[in-house]
């Protein structure tokens, strides 16, 4: 037993500090025995050093009092790990991504864990108006523009301020045109681990001129650990009646539709997998649930949008948020082609999902739609929370 305590009290040391060389492991004993019976890794932070236009890019390590643990890296804020307890006890990464910077910059997936900006989501035809004036950005995913552009927020490295062990705040100015999007904009993103084992994102902006934003994370999750399977059997509630159908470029129609008689209706807890292979017309658009969901207490104020539980290991996660709609992707295009994941495992389909909390998709040319016009002198600020716990 004494050999295991110092294993973990070693762990829990190496954990406290960021950008070290090696790798923070953590260990944990099986209750019953003596034996060690899992290792997980935060992967080496020398693997995260590395210049990346003319910044230096690393790996910060947040750590609890309940000794969980989450990587994030400053290239594209990514959350990379998230070491969490299961059901008895052992700890799981649940989190997808890759053990090296250079993983997240070749990959043909690119959001891996990612900040995303300045508009999470699509925006249709890759253009929109905003005081009379058209814009044009890259038209990344088939003629229309996605999460932000190939460099959005997501493929820059970040000005990194660790402030204490659980607290990491991410900053950049993204310059006027960047993108193809209006202003100056100066963005702040604190990152907290608190202990009741959520990572709380705090997400602050303001810009010169008037523009349109919509910041998300992009993290892909796997609650019986990534590489672990596919999400199939993960038992999802979304606390949503409605949500935006897409046309085939997946652009939302414009119409907020009940999800009550549809494989779209999560309101009850349900599993991922039950419906997804159904005869319906929206499941055929995304290839699987690719969908935002419209929260139903579209309130500014924090609420759950969704509960997520990984059967296998009993971790839960619980998105909470103050945005009005929750991106869920299950997925559907991952293909076991991605090379190098964490471990050394492809990502097959439908082995990780995503809650991304946002405005909708298309809110630029959608004047219905929630606004997302950020104009000088008004400050943007949304939270959103990943909690994660265990169900017996
Ligand atoms: C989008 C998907 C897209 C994926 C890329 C999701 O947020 O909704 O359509 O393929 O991001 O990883």
Redo the contacts with the bound molecule.
């Keep these: 037993m004494k050999s295991n305590l110092l294993l973990i009290l070693a762990a829990g040391i190496v954990g406290l500090s960021a950008c070290t060389n090696n790798s923070n492991k953590t260990t944990t004993s099986n209750a019953d025995s003596d034996s060690v019976s899992t290792t997980v890794m935060i992967p080496d932070s020398s693997n995260f050093s590395a210049t990346i236009d003319g910044k230096q890019a690393g790996l910060y390590v947040l750590k609890n009092k309940n000794n969980v643990q989450v990587a994030i890296t400053n290239y594209g804020g990514r959350i990379v790990s998230i070491l969490v307890p299961d059901k008895d006890g052992k700890i799981v990464d649940v989190a997808l991504g890759y053990d090296k910077v250079a993983g997240y910059q070749q990959a043909n ?1 690119p ?1 891996f864990g990612a900040l995303i900006g300045r508009y999470g ?1 699509r925006i249709g035809k890759a253009t929109f108006t905003l005081d009379g004036k058209a814009y044009n950005l890259p038209a990344n995913d088939n003629g229309q523009s ?2 932000g552009g190939p460099k959005g927020f997501h493929a820059q490295v970040w000005d990194a301020k660790k402030v204490n062990d659980y607290t990491l705040e991410l900053s950049r100015v993204s310059v006027d045109g960047e993108e193809g999007y209006p202003g100056n904009l100066t963005v702040k993103v604190i990152y907290t681990l608190t202990d009741d084992n959520a990572i709380k994102m705090d997400y602050s902006a303001t810009t010169d001129k008037t523009t349109v934003l919509n910041l998300t994370n ?1 993290c892909y999750f796997n609650l019986n650990g990534e590489g672990n399977g596919d999400i199939n059997d993960h038992i999802l509630t979304i606390n949503a009646s409605k949500f935006t159908p897409v046309d085939a470029t ?1 652009i939302p129609t414009g119409e907020l539709k009940d999800v009550a008689g549809t494989p779209f209706d999560f309101t009850k807890p349900t599993a991922i997998g039950a419906r997804v292979n159904a005869d319906d017309e929206q499941l055929k658009m995304g290839k699987g649930y ?1 969908h935002n969901f419209v929260l139903t207490d579209g309130s500014k104020n924090l609420k759950q949008a969704a509960f997520v539980v990984g059967p296998k290991t009993g971790i839960t996660l619980e998105v909470l948020t103050n945005e009005p709609g929750i ?1 869920f ?1 299950g997925g559907n ?1 991952l293909d076991g082609k991605l090379n190098d994941c964490k471990g050394g495992k492809p990502y097959q389909h439908r082995t990780g999902f ?1 809650l ?1 909390t946002q405005h909708f998709p298309d809110s630029p040319n959608k004047p219905s739609f929630p606004s997302t016009t950020l104009k000088p002198g008004e400050t943007y600020q949304t939270s959103t929370l990943y909690k994660f716990g265990v169900q017996k």
């Design positions: 997936e959001y989501n996605l999460h992009h997946l690719d991106q992707y295009f995503c991304e």
